[in-house]
């Protein structure tokens, strides 16, 4: 069973920036597409950004298409959300999951919500 860890989570100012990273110790992150998702109180949970193993290929929501980036790290085996110019309505409970890969693509993966395991999310707050 994989399990997974989000770490990173905190308190930001509009405008600045937080890194949340995923891992998973004991299983290789390269073998699974990964992705980034959100929940704020009293939403639906969205797909924020999503990154395919292998080539890498990437969705990104478009509320967050210009300020967030994925980066994947498979020395260290983790993968990492990078937020930037982070705005009050980014605020919300950040997951992340793993997936086996589906035949729809990594689009799919994002806006079906799609996860073969999930971690126990990070708090993200963006407040002045």
């Known amino acids: 069973q994989v399990q997974l860890v989000e770490s990173g989570g905190g308190l930001a100012q509009p405008g600045g920036s937080l890194r949340l990273s995923c891992a998973a110790p004991g299983f290789s992150l390269d073998n699974y597409d990964i992705g980034w998702f959100r929940q704020a109180p009293g939403k639906e949970r969205e797909g924020v950004l999503c990154i395919s193993r292998g080539d890498g290929d990437t969705y990104y929501a478009d509320s967050v298409k210009g300020r967030f980036t994925i980066s994947r790290d498979n020395a260290k085996n983790t993968v990492t959300l990078h937020m930037n110019s982070l705005k009050p309505e980014d605020t919300a409970t950040y997951y992340c999951?793993?997936?086996?890969?589906?035949?729809?693509?990594?689009?799919?993966?994002?806006?079906?919500?799609?996860?073969?395991?999930w971690g126990q999310g990070t708090q993200v707050t963006v407040s002045s």
């Open positions: 999951a793993a997936d086996h890969g589906r035949p729809l693509g990594i689009q799919a993966m994002c806006i079906r919500l799609l996860g073969d395991y």
